[in-house]
């Protein structure tokens, strides 16, 4: 989640946490986080003679990476084994992590100073960057004047929410939505998607295989969340921008023209032929 100061990114993970009775880890990132504070280490006892996995924040359901990228190269790439693999590898011996993992990172894009770009690994094993804008005005007003009823609480306001869900629901509802019906012609525009982005003359870096199957997971989710048992190709254009934008490179020149990777994938998508 990219946005300034302010917009609620936290906010956003710790409700989503409470909205599922899930356990909640927040990790800030800074320059001297290391990669054992994430995952954990082996600490010895001295009365038991033995060495003990002490657990590390990943060890939770819904881990926050806040600001990923003030902490350097090494201490993020930790996440990569955990967000592919759903486990964390210490001294040899694999922990494995909770079944319904779901890492969120959030990046300030004004503030630069002290910031460690992250590689593109890292950003390929996103699902996707939501962009956080500002609220458009009514919402803001509704989100001051609901904080003001809070009163005292209003410094949690996640406490307040009640629970719509529990894990073992969250299983199941990804097991239906991984059972959702795919065309063999929305497969191929989602391919032909993806593969056209690594020809576009403004992108120096086109999106990976992985995006193609991360892009066919998200439609299959929207088109559950939509009440479909089956993909169609406007659930496919409406998490384009979301899955890709973070997995391809402008080019310098592409950047010097003021041009962003939304408008190069809005154009992209335009162009190729959409299966009846």
Do not use: W
């Amino acid at each position: 989640m990219e946005g300034v100061p302010g917009v609620a990114k936290t906010l956003l993970a710790r409700s989503l946490a409470a909205g599922i009775r899930a356990t909640f880890s927040r990790i800030q990132f800074t320059p001297d986080l290391m990669p054992a504070d994430i995952t954990g280490v082996n600490v010895f006892e001295p009365k038991a003679a033995e060495f003990r996995f002490r657990r590390g924040p990943l060890f939770a359901d819904v881990v926050l990476a806040d600001e990923i990228n003030r902490a350097p190269a090494k201490t993020q790439a930790a996440l990569l084994e955990a967000m592919q693999e759903n486990q964390v590898t210490i001294d040899g011996t694999s922990h494995t992590l909770s079944r319904i993992l779901t890492v969120l990172a959030t990046q300030n894009p004004i503030e630069y100073e002290g910031t460690y770009p992250l590689p593109e690994a890292q950003l390929d094993r996103f699902m996707m960057k939501i962009v956080v804008a500002y609220p458009a005005l009514e919402a803001e007003r509704l989100m001051v004047g609901r904080m003001h009823q809070l009163g005292e609480r209003v410094q949690h306001p996640e406490s307040t929410i009640e629970p719509i869900l529990n894990p073992e629901q969250l299983v199941e509802i990804r097991a239906v939505s991984n059972r959702v019906e795919v065309d063999e012609s929305i497969v191929n525009y989602i391919v032909e998607i993806v593969r056209s982005s690594r020809t576009v003359s403004s992108l120096s870096l086109g999106a990976s295989p992985r995006a193609g199957v991360m892009l066919l997971r998200a439609a299959k989710a929207r088109a559950l969340v939509r009440g479909n048992s089956y993909v169609t190709p406007d659930d496919v254009r409406d998490v384009v921008l979301p899955v890709l934008r973070h997995r391809v490179r402008l080019t310098p020149e592409a950047e010097i023209e003021g041009l962003t990777p939304d408008a190069c994938l809005d154009s992209l998508t335009k162009r190729v032929a959409v299966p009846r």
